[in-house]
Nanobody, 125 residues
Framework: EVRLVESGGGLVQAGGSLRLSCTAS????????IAWFRQVPGKEREGVSC????????SYADSVKGRFTISKDDAKNTVYLQMNRLKPEDTAIYYC??????????????????WGQGTQVTVSS
């Protein structure tokens, strides 16, 4: 079965850190572009960060640049999102997404074919 499973969400105080993980089963990340998105109920899903599997180039939304870091561990078939200096406005459900185009570097929802179920991140003030 092809799946993406996110984990690592939770409740944290403003200024704290969390590390989200996205693990794939049924396929490997080697030839996939991976991205993290987030969504607040009632609002549109937005791109947070992405990484190209071809050359490891990363991209970030302006709102998280300098605070979040995306990385991948091919041996574990896992992508991480390290989130530091969290703010209440980072509160959202975070989704992992993947697409079989290793050169892809995009934060656009239609570019991704596979999605996880999401993990809740809540940042208290």
């Amino acid at each position: 079965e092809v799946r993406l499973v996110e984990s690592g969400g939770g409740l944290v105080q403003a200024g704290g850190s969390l590390r989200l993980s996205c693990t794939a089963s049924g396929f490997t990340f080697d030839d996939y572009a991976i991205a993290w998105f987030r969504q607040v109920p009632g609002k549109e899903r937005e791109g947070v960060s992405c990484i190209s599997s071809y050359d490891g180039i990363t991209s970030y939304a302006d709102s998280v640049k300098g605070r979040f870091t995306i990385s991948k561990d091919d041996a574990k078939n896992t992508v991480y999102l390290q989130m530091n200096r969290l703010k209440p406005e980072d509160t959202a459900i975070y989704y992992c997404a993947a697409d079989p185009r290793p050169l892809l570097l995009s934060l656009k929802i239609p570019d991704y074919r596979r999605w996880g179920q999401g993990t809740q991140v809540t940042v208290s003030s």
